[in-house]
């Protein structure tokens, strides 16, 4: 009966709802427990066949530019073939990123001409997108970030620094300022575990899907 109200809730308040996060926030995992919860569509991000990540993580002043233009046609890519075309029997899609990310890592990665042009080429084809109901940020401080980064044991993410993340974790708050017209709900997750335990993970369920929110930054502490 409880998932039946949870579903029942979410159609009528969203239609679209993206968990977002600093690298290591859990937000892939949310998503696709929310998704398998309520038979919603799974958008995934497919970062992980990208060439020019493990590059630039090993030289980012030489690959930093090719590789937030790949990402940037990729995530374009993906979202117009999965998320535009209609699907009959899943009303609710979940996506583990925004395509406003391609801005937020190229504002931690790129400077001066190589961002100004960039910027130029994101906001020509981000208004064609659907925009979400709701934009969920995991909040993470760069300690844990670092812990979780460590745990799942990729190669390419082992030159990450705690700077690093303090830079993105910037440029995504500048960029929810700047645009003031979105819903955002920040939850900040530091002193809980929604992966292992099971009454955390329907906190966050419970904050996501059945409190209103009005249209700017909101912020939550579980």
Same mark, same amino acid.
């Given at each position: ?9 979410? #159609?009528? !308040?969203? @239609?679209? &709802? &993206? ?19 309520? @038979? ?19 030289? $980012?002043?030489?690959?930093?530019? $090719? ?9 374009? %890519? ?11 029997? %899943? ?9 406003? !990310? ?28 659907? !925009? $979400? ?14 812990? @979780?980064? +460590? ?10 620094? !705690? ?13 929810? %300022?700047?645009?003031?017209?979105? %819903?955002?709900? &920040?939850?900040?997750?530091? +002193? ?7 009454? @955390? ?17 909101? #912020? &939550?502490?579980?």
């Amino acid at each position: 009966m409880r998932d039946f109200l949870y579903f029942s809730a979410m #159609k009528i !308040k969203y @239609n679209y &709802v &993206v968990i977002e996060g600093n690298i290591g926030a859990g937000k892939t995992t949310l998503a696709g427990r929310i998704a398998d919860q309520f @038979n919603a569509r799974l958008i995934l991000e497919h970062f992980a066949d990208n060439p020019f990540l493990p590059k630039f993580y090993s030289d $980012p002043d030489k690959y930093s530019f $090719p590789l937030e233009l790949s990402f940037l046609a990729s995530r374009y %890519k993906q979202l117009q073939e999965e998320l535009v075309p209609q699907d009959l029997f %899943k009303t609710f899609t979940v996506a583990d990123y925004y395509f406003m !990310k391609s801005l937020v890592f190229a504002a931690s990665t790129l400077t001066g001409d190589e961002y100004n042009l960039y910027r130029q080429i994101f906001y020509i084809i981000y208004g064609s997108l659907p !925009k $979400p109901d709701l934009y969920v940020y995991l909040h993470l401080n760069p300690d844990r970030l670092l812990s @979780n980064i +460590e745990k799942r044991g990729r190669n390419y993410e082992k030159s990450i620094t !705690k700077e690093y993340l303090m830079k993105i974790q910037e440029s995504y708050f500048s960029l929810f %300022k700047q645009n003031p017209g979105n %819903k955002y709900l &920040v939850i900040d997750i530091n +002193e809980i575990d929604f992966v292992s335990d099971e009454k @955390n993970y329907s906190k966050i369920i419970d904050t996501i899907f059945f409190d209103d929110y009005p249209i700017g930054l909101n #912020k &939550v502490i579980l």
